[in-house]
């Protein structure tokens, strides 16, 4: 089975970006890991610090490994934007496959300097783990929101450059009109998040005009908060240059919905059935959303 670095690169070299779905439940799991086996593509599965405090830490990684080893299918674990360099060797020591370590909220100089530390701290770890960094600002709630957070701040190719070559990171993580979370008229589906194309363009000329690292990363851009994205900008983004895209509010809505609907015979008492109308609802847009990451019809 290829790696998940040799699957970015090799998703790299074909213009197409690997899925990142966010887990906090089995229902959710096992509609990912259907919808992505079913596809035969490489699945990368999320868990935020709320996340993983609930599944728990050690938890997630045995069983996302156990996933991998039993169906050979490659899918991927990745600590999703712990804050701190604790939670970061904490996700290096469970055997997470990639950790995004997030200090955007600092001033740029801070955030240099603390990534190139959780680098250093990861790489001491074991080097194999695929390291992603964050600049700009896109909010950090996965939720669905009122109105859109304040203070988004768009990246620029040049901030990028010196970001990625200050602190050896494998994978940028820009902010490049995309958002976490959903407006309520997202969540409704009349309006979409428009991504800035040109810019993903020119930020991944800018990075992939260094020289890689030592471990061949440091080219890679991941986009965060694909949820409510038009369809067309997400086949764009994966040929201007993101080599992964997360989706998670989308899915958190789907299986809120999908409860719902599994609630409404008062005599159901077992999780599992209650849960399972959610399943097949979070399946179609994982499949949905891999195919517009592969360009797929
Ligand atoms: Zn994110």
């Known amino acids: 089975m290829k790696s998940l670095r040799e699957i970015l690169a090799d998703a790299a070299e074909r213009h197409v970006a690997v899925g990142h779905f966010n887990i906090s439940d089995l229902g959710a799991l096992k509609a990912i890991v259907a919808a992505g086996r079913g596809m035969n593509l490489p699945i990368l599965i999320g868990v935020s610090e709320g996340e993983r405090a609930f599944v728990g830490v050690k938890q997630a990684a045995a069983l996302i490994k156990s996933i991998r080893e039993e169906y050979d299918y490659p899918i991927f674990l990745n600590a999703d934007h712990p804050h701190s360099l604790d939670k970061v060797k904490e996700a290096a020591e469970a055997g997470f496959d990639e950790i995004i370590f997030d200090n ?90 428009h991504l800035d194309i040109e810019r993903i363009a020119a930020i991944k000329a800018a990075i992939a005009a260094l020289p890689a690292n030592a471990q061949g990363g440091g080219s890679w851009m991941t986009l965060h908060g694909g949820s409510g994205t038009e369809d067309a900008d997400f086949t764009a983004a994966a040929r201007a240059g993101m080599t992964i895209i997360h989706v998670s509010s989308e899915l958190r809505l789907a299986w809120r919905r999908g409860v719902e609907e599994g609630l409404k015979n008062p005599e159901e008492i077992a999780p599992y059935k209650i849960v399972a109308p959610a399943v097949p609802a979070i399946q179609k847009i994982v499949e949905d959303r891999l195919k517009l990451f592969n360009g797929l019809k």
């Open 104 to 193: 955007s909220s600092l001033p740029m100089e801070e955030n240099i300097a603390n990534t190139k530390a959780a680098v250093a701290a990861i790489r001491a770890i074991n080097p194999e783990i695929v390291i992603e960094g964050e600049i700009g600002y896109i909010g950090s709630n996965s939720e669905v929101i009122d109105k859109a957070p304040e203070g988004i701040a768009l990246s620029t190719p040049e901030e990028a450059a010196t970001f990625v070559q200050e602190t050896g990171i494998d994978v940028l993580a820009p902010a490049v009109g995309n958002m976490h979370g959903l407006l309520k008229a997202m969540a409704a589906g009349t309006e979409h998040k």
